[in-house]
Protein backbone atom coordinates (compact mmCIF):
# COMPACT_ATOMS: atom_id res chain seq x y z
CA UNK A 1 0.00 0.00 0.00
CA UNK A 2 3.32 2.60 0.83
CA UNK A 3 4.27 1.75 -2.69
CA UNK A 4 1.13 2.47 -3.91
CA UNK A 5 0.63 5.77 -2.76
CA UNK A 6 4.29 6.86 -3.09
CA UNK A 7 4.02 5.92 -6.59
CA UNK A 8 0.61 8.07 -7.04
CA UNK A 9 2.49 10.85 -4.99
CA UNK A 10 5.19 10.89 -7.75
CA UNK A 11 3.15 11.24 -10.47
CA UNK A 12 1.08 14.33 -8.53
CA UNK A 13 4.61 15.43 -8.35
CA UNK A 14 5.29 15.88 -12.08
CA UNK A 15 2.17 17.67 -12.99
CA UNK A 16 3.02 21.14 -14.16
CA UNK A 17 2.30 23.90 -11.26
CA UNK A 18 -1.11 25.50 -12.48
CA UNK A 19 -1.81 29.17 -11.27
CA UNK A 20 -5.37 29.22 -12.38
CA UNK A 21 -7.72 26.97 -10.18
CA UNK A 22 -11.00 25.47 -11.36
CA UNK A 23 -13.19 26.42 -8.36
CA UNK A 24 -16.23 27.59 -10.31
CA UNK A 25 -17.31 24.56 -11.71
CA UNK A 26 -20.30 24.61 -9.94
CA UNK A 27 -22.23 27.61 -8.77
CA UNK A 28 -22.44 29.24 -5.53
CA UNK A 29 -26.15 28.09 -4.79
CA UNK A 30 -24.87 24.53 -5.32
CA UNK A 31 -22.06 24.30 -3.76
CA UNK A 32 -23.33 25.51 -0.33
CA UNK A 33 -26.50 23.72 -1.01
CA UNK A 34 -27.21 21.03 1.45
CA UNK A 35 -23.64 21.56 3.46
CA UNK A 36 -25.03 25.28 4.81
CA UNK A 37 -27.98 26.62 6.44
CA UNK A 38 -30.40 27.89 4.07
CA UNK A 39 -30.58 31.05 6.61
CA UNK A 40 -27.01 31.65 5.90
CA UNK A 41 -27.41 32.36 2.15
CA UNK A 42 -28.15 36.06 3.39
CA UNK A 43 -24.76 37.04 3.83
CA UNK A 44 -23.74 39.82 0.92
CA UNK A 45 -20.04 38.60 0.97
CA UNK A 46 -19.32 34.77 1.00
CA UNK A 47 -16.39 33.45 0.36
CA UNK A 48 -16.58 30.26 -2.40
CA UNK A 49 -16.24 27.37 -0.30
CA UNK A 50 -14.77 25.57 -3.21
CA UNK A 51 -11.72 28.23 -3.19
CA UNK A 52 -11.71 27.73 1.03
CA UNK A 53 -11.54 23.79 0.37
CA UNK A 54 -8.82 24.29 -2.00
CA UNK A 55 -6.54 26.18 0.01
CA UNK A 56 -7.15 24.26 3.15
CA UNK A 57 -6.23 20.84 1.04
CA UNK A 58 -2.86 22.56 -0.14
CA UNK A 59 -1.50 24.06 2.64
CA UNK A 60 -1.99 21.96 5.40
CA UNK A 61 -2.85 18.27 7.02
CA UNK A 62 -5.76 16.82 8.63
CA UNK A 63 -5.30 17.38 12.75
CA UNK A 64 -4.35 21.06 11.33
CA UNK A 65 -5.22 24.36 12.87
CA UNK A 66 -7.19 27.16 10.37
CA UNK A 67 -8.03 30.36 11.56
CA UNK A 68 -10.19 32.92 9.70
CA UNK A 69 -10.24 36.13 12.20
CA UNK A 70 -12.87 37.57 9.53
CA UNK A 71 -15.21 34.29 9.32
CA UNK A 72 -18.52 35.17 8.20
CA UNK A 73 -20.42 33.20 7.82
CA UNK A 74 -17.97 30.33 8.74
CA UNK A 75 -17.47 29.06 5.11
CA UNK A 76 -13.50 28.61 5.88
CA UNK A 77 -14.79 27.39 9.31
CA UNK A 78 -16.58 24.36 7.76
CA UNK A 79 -14.82 23.58 4.87
CA UNK A 80 -12.35 22.89 7.61
CA UNK A 81 -13.59 20.59 10.15
CA UNK A 82 -15.42 18.62 6.98
CA UNK A 83 -11.22 18.13 5.87
CA UNK A 84 -10.50 16.89 9.29
CA UNK A 85 -8.87 20.51 10.51
CA UNK A 86 -9.51 22.04 13.57
CA UNK A 87 -10.81 25.89 13.23
CA UNK A 88 -10.60 29.24 14.87
CA UNK A 89 -11.65 32.35 14.14
CA UNK A 90 -13.17 35.96 14.97
CA UNK A 91 -16.84 37.80 13.50
CA UNK A 92 -17.35 41.43 14.22
CA UNK A 93 -21.07 40.67 13.73
CA UNK A 94 -22.98 38.17 16.57
CA UNK A 95 -25.65 37.91 14.04
CA UNK A 96 -23.08 36.43 11.30
CA UNK A 97 -21.82 34.24 14.55
CA UNK A 98 -24.92 32.84 15.28
CA UNK A 99 -25.19 31.79 11.61
CA UNK A 100 -21.61 30.51 11.59
CA UNK A 101 -22.38 28.40 14.53
CA UNK A 102 -25.41 26.96 12.70
CA UNK A 103 -23.50 25.79 10.10
CA UNK A 104 -20.66 24.15 12.34
CA UNK A 105 -23.43 22.13 14.15
CA UNK A 106 -24.81 21.10 10.36
CA UNK A 107 -21.57 20.28 9.50
CA UNK A 108 -21.08 18.14 12.48
CA UNK A 109 -24.27 16.53 12.04
CA UNK A 110 -23.29 15.40 8.52
CA UNK A 111 -19.92 13.69 9.71
CA UNK A 112 -17.98 16.53 9.97
CA UNK A 113 -14.62 15.42 12.61
CA UNK A 114 -12.99 18.72 13.42
CA UNK A 115 -13.43 21.32 16.37
CA UNK A 116 -14.14 25.24 15.94
CA UNK A 117 -13.57 27.39 18.65
CA UNK A 118 -15.11 30.91 17.83
CA UNK A 119 -14.93 34.58 19.21
CA UNK A 120 -17.19 37.55 18.71
CA UNK A 121 -14.99 40.65 18.56
CA UNK A 122 -13.23 42.79 16.92
CA UNK A 123 -9.71 40.92 14.95
CA UNK A 124 -8.00 43.63 15.23
CA UNK A 125 -7.31 41.91 18.82
CA UNK A 126 -7.10 38.47 17.56
CA UNK A 127 -3.36 38.16 18.94
CA UNK A 128 -4.66 38.88 22.33
CA UNK A 129 -7.70 37.02 22.19
CA UNK A 130 -6.45 33.56 21.14
CA UNK A 131 -2.90 34.21 22.53
CA UNK A 132 -2.95 30.54 23.59
CA UNK A 133 -2.83 29.59 19.93
CA UNK A 134 0.38 31.52 19.43
CA UNK A 135 2.53 29.46 17.31
CA UNK A 136 0.39 26.69 16.42
CA UNK A 137 -2.07 27.24 13.54
CA UNK A 138 -0.86 26.17 10.05
CA UNK A 139 -2.97 28.36 8.04
CA UNK A 140 -4.82 31.93 8.03
CA UNK A 141 -7.32 32.18 5.43
CA UNK A 142 -9.77 34.95 5.24
CA UNK A 143 -11.24 37.66 2.87
CA UNK A 144 -11.77 41.65 3.24
CA UNK A 145 -14.96 43.12 3.35
CA UNK A 146 -15.71 44.83 -0.17
CA UNK A 147 -17.35 48.05 1.92
CA UNK A 148 -20.76 48.42 3.71
CA UNK A 149 -22.85 47.42 1.10
CA UNK A 150 -22.35 44.27 -1.84
CA UNK A 151 -24.54 43.35 -4.51
CA UNK A 152 -26.68 41.00 -2.13
CA UNK A 153 -29.84 39.21 -3.68
CA UNK A 154 -31.93 40.61 -6.25
CA UNK A 155 -34.93 40.13 -8.13
CA UNK A 156 -35.37 41.88 -11.38
CA UNK A 157 -38.32 43.11 -13.71
CA UNK A 158 -37.89 39.55 -15.57
CA UNK A 159 -38.86 37.76 -12.56
CA UNK A 160 -41.33 40.31 -11.27
CA UNK A 161 -43.85 40.90 -13.91
CA UNK A 162 -41.60 44.14 -15.17
CA UNK A 163 -41.92 45.88 -11.50
CA UNK A 164 -38.72 47.72 -9.88
CA UNK A 165 -35.87 45.73 -8.90
CA UNK A 166 -35.78 44.80 -5.82
CA UNK A 167 -32.28 44.61 -3.56
CA UNK A 168 -31.89 42.82 -0.05
CA UNK A 169 -29.19 41.09 2.17
CA UNK A 170 -26.88 43.93 0.52
CA UNK A 171 -25.68 45.48 3.93
CA UNK A 172 -22.60 43.91 6.07
CA UNK A 173 -23.93 45.78 9.21
CA UNK A 174 -25.54 48.71 10.17
CA UNK A 175 -22.76 49.16 12.96
CA UNK A 176 -20.48 52.61 11.64
CA UNK A 177 -17.64 50.08 14.15
CA UNK A 178 -17.87 47.70 11.45
CA UNK A 179 -14.26 47.71 9.49
CA UNK A 180 -16.59 47.45 6.13
CA UNK A 181 -17.74 51.38 7.38
CA UNK A 182 -14.66 52.45 6.67
CA UNK A 183 -12.84 54.47 3.48
CA UNK A 184 -10.26 52.75 1.63
CA UNK A 185 -7.39 53.74 3.44
CA UNK A 186 -8.74 52.97 6.92
CA UNK A 187 -10.22 49.52 5.78
CA UNK A 188 -6.34 48.61 4.53
CA UNK A 189 -4.99 49.71 7.71
CA UNK A 190 -7.67 47.93 10.00
CA UNK A 191 -7.14 44.51 7.49
CA UNK A 192 -3.26 45.03 7.91
CA UNK A 193 -3.35 44.76 11.55
CA UNK A 194 -5.82 41.67 11.05
CA UNK A 195 -3.54 39.99 9.04
CA UNK A 196 0.15 40.77 11.37
CA UNK A 197 -1.91 39.81 14.17
CA UNK A 198 -3.02 36.94 12.62
CA UNK A 199 0.23 35.71 11.33
CA UNK A 200 1.64 35.69 15.56
CA UNK A 201 -0.80 32.58 15.85
CA UNK A 202 1.28 30.70 13.26
CA UNK A 203 3.97 27.56 13.30
CA UNK A 204 7.06 28.24 11.45
CA UNK A 205 6.41 27.42 7.45
CA UNK A 206 2.35 28.20 8.13
CA UNK A 207 1.35 30.26 5.53
CA UNK A 208 -1.63 33.22 5.10
CA UNK A 209 -4.11 33.14 2.27
CA UNK A 210 -5.79 36.10 0.97
CA UNK A 211 -8.85 36.29 -1.53
CA UNK A 212 -9.85 39.30 -2.93
CA UNK A 213 -11.10 41.02 -6.34
CA UNK A 214 -10.60 44.46 -8.12
CA UNK A 215 -13.44 46.98 -7.28
CA UNK A 216 -14.92 49.46 -8.34
CA UNK A 217 -15.11 52.91 -6.44
CA UNK A 218 -17.62 55.31 -8.61
CA UNK A 219 -16.68 53.88 -11.80
CA UNK A 220 -13.25 53.68 -11.15
CA UNK A 221 -11.31 50.66 -11.00
CA UNK A 222 -9.07 50.07 -7.72
CA UNK A 223 -6.44 46.97 -7.69
CA UNK A 224 -7.61 45.87 -4.17
CA UNK A 225 -5.56 42.76 -4.59
CA UNK A 226 -2.20 44.89 -4.96
CA UNK A 227 -3.40 46.97 -2.58
CA UNK A 228 -3.52 44.09 -0.04
CA UNK A 229 -0.16 42.66 -1.16
CA UNK A 230 1.16 46.31 -0.17
CA UNK A 231 -0.52 46.40 2.84
CA UNK A 232 0.70 42.74 3.66
CA UNK A 233 4.36 43.73 2.91
CA UNK A 234 4.15 46.70 5.18
CA UNK A 235 3.10 44.73 8.50
CA UNK A 236 6.48 42.24 7.80
CA UNK A 237 4.45 39.21 5.47
CA UNK A 238 5.85 38.34 2.28
CA UNK A 239 4.18 37.56 -1.00
CA UNK A 240 5.15 33.81 -2.09
CA UNK A 241 2.39 33.45 -4.34
CA UNK A 242 -0.72 34.86 -6.33
CA UNK A 243 -3.25 32.96 -8.08
CA UNK A 244 -6.37 33.19 -10.19
CA UNK A 245 -9.45 31.41 -8.33
CA UNK A 246 -11.86 30.78 -10.88
CA UNK A 247 -15.50 31.92 -10.06
CA UNK A 248 -16.57 30.97 -13.73
CA UNK A 249 -16.77 27.65 -14.53
CA UNK A 250 -14.92 25.42 -17.50
CA UNK A 251 -17.00 24.20 -20.16
CA UNK A 252 -16.05 22.95 -23.66
CA UNK A 253 -12.71 24.71 -23.78
CA UNK A 254 -14.44 27.92 -22.34
CA UNK A 255 -15.81 30.05 -19.26
CA UNK A 256 -19.26 29.87 -18.50
CA UNK A 257 -20.15 33.13 -16.67
CA UNK A 258 -21.20 33.22 -13.09
CA UNK A 259 -20.97 36.66 -12.67
CA UNK A 260 -24.43 38.50 -10.45
CA UNK A 261 -27.08 40.62 -12.15
CA UNK A 262 -25.55 43.48 -10.87
CA UNK A 263 -22.13 42.53 -12.20
CA UNK A 264 -23.44 42.33 -15.42
CA UNK A 265 -25.63 45.90 -15.40
CA UNK A 266 -22.73 47.71 -14.20
CA UNK A 267 -20.67 46.26 -16.52
CA UNK A 268 -22.76 46.94 -19.51
CA UNK A 269 -23.42 50.16 -18.23
CA UNK A 270 -19.29 50.78 -18.16
CA UNK A 271 -19.14 49.85 -21.59
CA UNK A 272 -21.84 51.84 -22.86
CA UNK A 273 -19.57 54.54 -21.49
CA UNK A 274 -16.92 53.97 -23.51
CA UNK A 275 -15.06 51.71 -20.13
CA UNK A 276 -13.64 48.30 -21.38
CA UNK A 277 -14.71 47.42 -18.41
CA UNK A 278 -15.75 43.06 -17.77
CA UNK A 279 -17.36 41.71 -15.69
CA UNK A 280 -15.31 39.54 -13.17
CA UNK A 281 -14.65 36.32 -13.56
CA UNK A 282 -11.81 35.53 -11.03
CA UNK A 283 -10.95 35.95 -7.58
CA UNK A 284 -6.57 36.63 -6.63
CA UNK A 285 -6.07 34.13 -4.22
CA UNK A 286 -2.57 35.35 -2.75
CA UNK A 287 -0.38 33.65 -0.33
CA UNK A 288 2.00 35.21 1.99
CA UNK A 289 5.04 33.25 4.19
CA UNK A 290 6.19 34.84 7.92
CA UNK A 291 9.60 35.52 8.62
CA UNK A 292 10.72 35.73 11.93
CA UNK A 293 10.95 33.99 14.80
CA UNK A 294 8.09 31.57 15.77
CA UNK A 295 5.99 32.50 12.52
CA UNK A 296 5.85 35.99 13.62
CA UNK A 297 5.55 38.55 11.58
CA UNK A 298 8.57 41.18 11.73
CA UNK A 299 8.18 44.35 13.03
CA UNK A 300 4.20 43.17 13.25
CA UNK A 301 2.69 45.96 15.50
CA UNK A 302 0.10 43.84 17.15
CA UNK A 303 -1.41 45.73 20.30
CA UNK A 304 -4.84 45.43 20.92
CA UNK A 305 -7.20 48.42 19.85
CA UNK A 306 -9.21 48.38 22.78
CA UNK A 307 -11.28 45.83 25.24
CA UNK A 308 -14.78 47.09 23.33
CA UNK A 309 -15.22 46.70 19.56
CA UNK A 310 -18.12 49.90 19.44
CA UNK A 311 -20.56 50.52 22.10
CA UNK A 312 -21.99 48.01 24.57
CA UNK A 313 -19.59 45.48 22.68
CA UNK A 314 -16.69 43.51 24.10
CA UNK A 315 -14.65 40.48 23.00
CA UNK A 316 -16.56 37.24 23.87
CA UNK A 317 -15.66 33.45 23.43
CA UNK A 318 -18.45 31.43 21.76
CA UNK A 319 -18.84 27.73 22.18
CA UNK A 320 -20.63 25.71 19.84
CA UNK A 321 -23.32 25.32 22.06
CA UNK A 322 -24.11 29.06 21.64
CA UNK A 323 -22.73 29.89 25.53
CA UNK A 324 -20.01 32.69 25.79
CA UNK A 325 -17.39 32.09 27.75
CA UNK A 326 -16.71 28.77 27.04
CA UNK A 327 -13.65 26.61 27.35
CA UNK A 328 -11.17 25.71 24.44
CA UNK A 329 -12.68 22.70 22.44
CA UNK A 330 -9.64 20.86 21.53
CA UNK A 331 -6.18 20.40 21.91
CA UNK A 332 -3.43 20.89 19.41
CA UNK A 333 -1.77 18.64 17.33
CA UNK A 334 1.50 18.52 17.10
CA UNK A 335 1.92 17.84 13.18
CA UNK A 336 4.63 19.74 11.49
CA UNK A 337 4.77 21.95 8.22
CA UNK A 338 5.52 21.89 5.20
CA UNK A 339 8.95 22.96 5.08
CA UNK A 340 10.90 24.42 2.36
CA UNK A 341 8.68 23.10 -0.71
CA UNK A 342 5.76 25.20 -2.49
CA UNK A 343 3.04 23.68 -1.69
CA UNK A 344 1.06 24.83 -4.75
CA UNK A 345 3.94 22.41 -6.13
CA UNK A 346 3.05 18.99 -3.89
CA UNK A 347 -0.90 19.60 -5.28
CA UNK A 348 -2.00 15.86 -4.51
CA UNK A 349 -3.43 14.32 -1.04
CA UNK A 350 -1.50 15.57 1.99
CA UNK A 351 0.90 13.45 3.19
CA UNK A 352 -1.09 12.35 6.29
CA UNK A 353 -0.51 10.27 9.35
CA UNK A 354 -2.77 7.20 9.15
CA UNK A 355 -5.35 8.57 12.03
CA UNK A 356 -6.47 12.28 12.73
CA UNK A 357 -4.46 13.29 15.75
CA UNK A 358 -6.13 12.05 18.97
CA UNK A 359 -7.06 15.52 21.09
CA UNK A 360 -6.43 14.42 24.91
CA UNK A 361 -10.18 15.47 26.98
CA UNK A 362 -8.10 16.52 30.13
CA UNK A 363 -10.92 17.11 31.83
CA UNK A 364 -12.42 19.62 29.23
CA UNK A 365 -15.67 18.76 27.07
CA UNK A 366 -15.40 18.19 23.53
CA UNK A 367 -17.29 20.81 20.86
CA UNK A 368 -19.37 18.17 19.65
CA UNK A 369 -20.64 17.40 23.52
CA UNK A 370 -21.09 21.30 24.60
CA UNK A 371 -23.56 21.40 21.30
CA UNK A 372 -25.48 18.32 22.83
CA UNK A 373 -24.54 15.64 20.33
CA UNK A 374 -25.91 14.72 17.68
CA UNK A 375 -22.55 15.41 15.59
Aim: hydrophobic content about 35%; aromatic content about 4%.
Amino acid sequence: MNQHHNHEDQLHAQQPVLSVLATGQRPSRLQRQGRYTPESMRHPGKMLPAIAAHVIQTFTRPGDLVIDPMFGIGTTLVEAIHLGRDAAGMEYERDFVDLTLDNLRHARSQGATGCAELACGDARNIAATFNELRGTAALVLTSPPYGSHTHGHIRSSRDNGGGKVLKWHHRYSADGGNLAHQSLTGLLDGFGRILAGAATLLRPSGAVAVTVRPIRVKGELIDLPGQVIDTAQQHGLILAGRYAALLAGLRDGALVNRASFFQMLETRRARERGVPACATAHEDLLVFSVPGPEGAAGGADTTPVGTGVGPGKTCQRIGLDGRVGAERAYQRSSSTGWGESDPLEDNHEPRIHATTPERPDRGRRSAAHRSGGGR
